[in-house]
T-cell receptor
Framework: AQSVSQHNHHVILSEAASLELGCNYSYGGTVNLFWYVQYPGQHLQLLLKYFSGDPLVKGIKGFEAEFIKSKFSFNLRKPSVQWSDTAEYFCAVIESSASKIIFGSGTRLSIRP | ETGVTQTPRHLVMGMTNKKSLKCEQHLGHNAMYWYKQSAKKPLELMFVYSLEERVENNSVPSRFSPECPNSSHLFLHLHTLQPEDSALYLC??????????FGNGTRLTVT
């Protein structure tokens, strides 16, 4: 069965530190990839998405993600985090031929001011 | 304003109660979804409606009953729930194979 793995369950960083959150998926065909963010008390929001083209995707709030097909990975990065980045981050995958989106288990990011 | 509105925001119900969660979207999307978000678990897809027809039903217990009367509205009818059903229930909408737009969720507590 297709799956999405986020190996970091809880990441704690200081402000201005660099961030990389891992995401790996198991499907071998064509996929669309997403990162969603859920700030405390708020709804899920789309951070960025990859459909095709440049594998380095720029998102909102300074986030970016790189699709590495050979590694089945779509890691999220930010060069310098802020306290306001404290949130839960979800990686998600849709097989291009399917209507179902599969989410990872999420990574909680805590930023020390 | 997310474009997807869920009511109520919070719901406390006993195990013998019957209640319904409501979701409404006016984004012109043709697919709507119910997800369950429990603590320390991945988001679980419960139901998918595409063009008002149920196209996905992920082994959800029959005490959860979805209804999609039109492309803008989605309900989740609840009856005889268990304490382990306490969770955040998220509604989402999209065009198929496009990013989802989520509502704020309904925090359900079963006592």
């Amino acid at each position: 069965a297709q799956s999405v793995s986020q190996h970091n369950h809880h990441v704690i960083l200081s402000e201005a530190a660099s961030l990389e959150l891992g995401c790996n998926y198991s499907y071998g065909g064509t996929v669309n990839l997403f990162w969603y963010v859920q700030y405390p008390g708020q709804h899920l929001q789309l951070l960025l998405k990859y459909f095709s083209g440049d594998p380095l995707v720029k998102g909102i709030k300074g986030f970016e993600a790189e699709f590495i097909k050979s590694k089945f990975s779509f890691n999220l990065r930010k060069p310098s985090v802020q306290w306001s980045d404290t949130a839960e981050y979800f990686c998600a995958v849709i097989e291009s031929s399917a209507s179902k989106i599969i989410f990872g288990s999420g990574t909680r990011l805590s930023i020390r001011p | 304003e997310t474009g997807v509105t869920q009511t109520p925001r919070h719901l406390v119900m006993g195990m013998t109660n019957k209640k319904s969660l409501k979701c409404e979207q006016h984004l012109g999307h043709n697919a709507m979804y119910w997800y369950k978000q429990s603590a320390k678990k991945p988001l679980e897809l419960m139901f998918v409606y595409s063009l008002e027809e149920r196209v996905e039903n992920n082994s959800v217990p029959s005490r959860f009953s979805p209804e999609c009367p039109n492309s803008s509205h989605l309900f989740l009818h609840l009856h005889t729930l268990q304490p382990e059903d306490s969770a955040l229930y998220l509604c989402a909408s999209s065009h198929l194979n496009s990013p989802l737009h989520f509502g704020n969720g309904t925090r359900l507590t079963v006592t």
